[in-house]
């Protein structure tokens, strides 16, 4: 299947929130591939547990802390299995403050 590429932009040490659709019922998890050094990703409480009845979501919260792109990778599978179900591309765009951007 082809990947899906969402792209976000940030200032450097701004919390950017990903949603990725979680169908609790299957057992399968998000997990953050290839995370870089200069990028945090936390696995934010997932919406109220009542939601989680339904179909929820599962929120990261990604926060750059140095200037520049990142390509973050989200694989959806179980823990217990090798075979990825779904996969998400986020790249994310660090700028930082105060306009003194750094020419790549």
Sequence with gaps: HTM???RLASNVGQICRIA???YPGSGATWYVDGANGAVRVCLEESQATVAQQR???QVFSVIGEVAGDYELR?????????EVRNSRRVVLQVRSLG???RAN
């Design 55 to 57: 179909d929820g979501s």
């Design 99 to 101: 306009g003194k951007s």
């Design 74 to 82: 989200f694989v959806l599978k179980r823990a217990w299995e090798r």
């Design 20 to 22: 990725l659709p979680s």
């Design 4 to 6: 899906s590429t969402q």
